[in-house]
């Protein structure tokens, strides 16, 4: 086997395992999970991508799995998508909230795209928002998940800040929270 055709046979298999790896698994005994080594990033380095163009297939073959428990690209001008799978188990129950908490209050613009049954729905959060303006009124940049028992979401989030873009994310049980 030549070295070309070992080289693209690894680069496949590593996408399986970046892929397999990037989900988020909730069951009935979830409480809190650090989401750091379970979710993928993009680079968007002109900041002009939208949540269209994230969404093409283009674009999904860029992600890139985590390998820390949180994402630190220090002080730079560029922009992140942050790609969050999540599979929930049948066994939950619907009255089980969901929070994703981005544990540093630090970053200016927040914009988390959440799955919704028509599409996505926008919700806004960064250092620039207004406690008065916000889902929770927290520190922490927080935002609801849906809860869809037996069901696999995926939720975007893009991230730009003049401070240092640490993304560290935890997914909290509204009870936990």
Not at 48 to 61: F, G, R, V
Not at 126 to 147: C, L, M
């Amino acid at each position: 086997m030549g070295f070309g055709l070992r080289t693209a046979l690894f680069t496949l298999l590593m996408s399986f395992v970046s892929n397999a790896a990037a989900l988020i698994e909730i069951d009935r005994n979830t409480q809190k999970l650090v989401a750091g080594k379970s979710i993928t990033y993009l680079a968007d380095i002109s900041g002009d991508l939208h949540l269209e163009d994230i969404l093409s297939d283009e674009h999904q073959q860029k992600f890139l799995p985590s390998t820390k428990k949180a994402l630190n690209f220090g002080f730079t001008d560029t922009t992140y998508w942050i790609k969050v799978d999540i599979a929930f188990d049948s066994q939950l129950t619907q009255s089980t909230d969901w929070i994703m908490e981005i544990a540093y209050p630090l970053l200016d613009d927040i914009a988390f795209f959440r799955q919704e049954t028509q599409g996505y729905k926008k919700y806004v959060a960064g250092d620039t928002i207004p406690f008065s303006e916000r889902a929770i009124e927290y520190p922490n940049p927080v935002f609801h998940i849906t809860n869809e028992p037996g069901k696999r979401v995926t939720h975007y989030l893009r991230v730009n800040s003049s401070s240092s873009l640490q993304i560290p994310i935890t997914i909290w049980s509204s009870d936990s929270f």
